[in-house]
């Protein structure tokens, strides 16, 4: 169990996070924010490259920062920008990770060859990856995250540049390798973790704002989600959600506190969830 306990981070005078507290426990959670709001902040002082101005994280009561190296050996870390060589192949990469991580090289061979069926790479595994698409690349990345079996898993923004095949597969991925360990991933990408997280980390003006199932964040917005019929114009108490074409033409979806006339009342979603609660904020 990871737990986060009032953390808060400042650069200098500003005040990136503040007062966070968290706790982890196996499955996969979706840190979902937009841009700028402090998930890589969080991230890099899950994984130690950041350290907390206040606060502590504790992996079973122990603080990380003390156990050093115990704690980066149960660690998986996909970073942003992951930096591989595109002259290697996936294989090559591997066995070169395996050595810097300690890995002993008759485990390491059997883990690699594990690992490329595992991410469906074994038929490449011998390709240079300077031919391979983005979702090929980030599979190779998650392949090197898992090389230690880490009992925490941690992959920042894993879904970007990968095309709606690729992010389907790589959710259908992460889904099956959370069984028995803790996944935290980044995104500002809702349909990315709608599905696969079992908890939702949102954090808004540099606080926590709910960690929760999608199901009960979801409930928030029961009974204020409406589609209004074409032709319809948004009142300016109605925040515009998104726009769906029908066969009677464009239909708008919407949040209101009191029913709109006309109107056809819908379930919410964690995209609608998502854009109610940073509806002033810059997404
Ligand atoms: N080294 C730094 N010095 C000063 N401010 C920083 C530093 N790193 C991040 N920040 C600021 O802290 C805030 C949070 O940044 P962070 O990168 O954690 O956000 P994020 O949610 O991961 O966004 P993105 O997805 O764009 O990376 C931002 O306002 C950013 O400008």
Same mark, same amino acid.
């Given at each position: 169990?990871?737990?986060v306990?009032?953390?808060t981070?400042?650069?200098g005078?500003? #005040?990136?996070?503040?007062?966070?507290s968290?706790?982890?426990e196996?499955g996969?959670?979706g840190?979902?924010?937009?841009?700028?709001?402090?998930k890589?902040?969080? /991230?890099k002082m899950?994984?130690?490259l950041?350290?907390? #101005?206040?606060? &502590?994280?504790?992996?079973?009561?122990?603080?990380?920062? =003390?156990?050093?190296g115990?704690?980066?050996?149960?660690?998986?870390?996909?970073p942003? =920008?992951?930096?591989?060589?595109?002259?290697y192949?996936p294989? &090559?990469?591997?066995?070169?990770?395996a050595?810097?991580?300690g890995v002993?090289?008759?485990t390491?061979?059997?883990r690699?060859?594990?690992?490329?069926?595992?991410v469906s790479? @074994?038929?490449v595994?011998?390709?240079?990856?300077k031919q391979?698409?983005?979702g090929?690349i980030?599979?190779?990345?998650?392949?090197?995250?898992?090389?230690?079996?880490p009992?925490l898993?941690?992959?920042?923004?894993?879904?970007?540049?990968?095309?709606p095949?690729?992010?389907?597969?790589?959710?259908?991925?992460?889904?099956?390798?959370?069984?028995?360990?803790?996944v935290?991933l980044s #995104?500002?990408?809702v349909?990315?973790?709608?599905?696969?997280a079992?908890?939702i980390?949102?954090i808004r003006?540099?606080r926590?704002?709910?960690c929760?199932?999608p199901?009960?964040i979801c409930?928030?917005?029961?009974?204020?989600?409406f589609?209004?019929?074409e032709?319809s114009?948004?009142a300016e108490?109605q925040?515009?959600? @998104?726009?769906?074409q @029908?066969e009677s033409?464009t239909?708008?979806?919407i949040?209101?506190?009191?029913?709109?006339?006309?109107?056809?009342?819908a379930?919410?979603n964690l =995209?609608d969830?998502f854009?109610? /609660?940073?509806r002033?904020?810059r997404v």
């Amino acid at each position: 169990m990871l737990s986060v306990e009032h953390v808060t981070k400042r650069y200098g005078k500003f #005040t990136a996070l503040e007062d966070i507290s968290l706790t982890f426990e196996n499955g996969v959670y979706g840190l979902l924010a937009p841009n700028g709001a402090g998930k890589t902040t969080l /991230i890099k002082m899950l994984t130690t490259l950041l350290f907390p #101005t206040e606060g &502590k994280i504790l992996w079973k009561g122990r603080d990380i920062l =003390e156990m050093d190296g115990d704690y980066r050996g149960l660690l998986g870390y996909l970073p942003q =920008e992951f930096g591989y060589y595109k002259n290697y192949s996936p294989r &090559k990469f591997l066995r070169y990770m395996a050595v810097l991580q300690g890995v002993e090289r008759k485990t390491a061979e059997e883990r690699i060859d594990e690992l490329l069926e595992l991410v469906s790479l @074994s038929e490449v595994k011998d390709k240079k990856m300077k031919q391979f698409s983005g979702g090929m690349i980030q599979r190779v990345g998650i392949a090197q995250a898992m090389l230690n079996d880490p009992k925490l898993l941690i992959l920042d923004e894993p879904t970007a540049g990968l095309d709606p095949k690729e992010r389907v597969r790589f959710r259908n991925l992460i889904h099956n390798l959370s069984h028995d360990r803790i996944v935290i991933l980044s #995104t500002h990408i809702v349909s990315d973790i709608e599905t696969i997280a079992s908890q939702i980390v949102m954090i808004r003006d540099h606080r926590l704002y709910c960690c929760d199932t999608p199901a009960h964040i979801c409930a928030l917005l029961r009974g204020k989600i409406f589609e209004l019929p074409e032709g319809s114009v948004p009142a300016e108490d109605q925040l515009l959600l @998104s726009e769906r074409q @029908s066969e009677s033409g464009t239909c708008l979806r919407i949040a209101a506190e009191t029913p709109p006339a006309g109107a056809v009342k819908a379930d919410p979603n964690l =995209e609608d969830t998502f854009l109610y /609660i940073y509806r002033d904020d810059r997404v």
